[in-house]
Nanobody
């Protein structure tokens, strides 16, 4: 059974940086596309970006392009979200998710395994 555990969240000032990690156990990690999502307070969960199983292809939503970078280390079964130039509107609970149905970052659906989430708070 695949399990995901996020870490690295916290409180940071506007313009600061954080790196989130998502460690996977079980399953065949390198065959899963991985996604990062977030849920701002009082709002619905939204996509942040995705990375292919091989790590060679990524997708980002417009609001984080140029500021956030997703990477993965398949030897460590871990995916990362490097967040730079953080803004107050980035405040949210961040989740990683695995898509066991596809290794492509083009797939928007199929993310069926989720971590517990980690809080990121950006102060103004």
């Amino acid at each position: 059974q695949v399990q995901l555990v996020e870490s690295g969240g916290g409180l940071v000032q506007t313009g600061g940086s954080l790196r989130l990690s998502c460690a996977a156990s079980g399953g065949t990690f390198s065959t899963y596309a991985m996604g990062w999502f977030r849920q701002p307070p009082g709002k619905d969960r939204e996509s942040v970006g995705r990375i292919s199983g091989s790590g060679t292809s990524t997708y980002y939503v417009d609001s984080v392009k140029g500021r956030f970078t997703i990477s993965r280390d398949n030897a460590k079964n871990t995916v990362y979200l490097q967040m730079n130039n953080l803004k107050p509107e980035d405040t949210a609970v961040y989740y990683c998710a695995a898509n066991r149905y596809s290794s492509s970052d083009h797939s928007r659906i199929g993310y069926d395994i989720w971590g517990q989430g980690t809080q990121v708070t950006v102060s103004s």
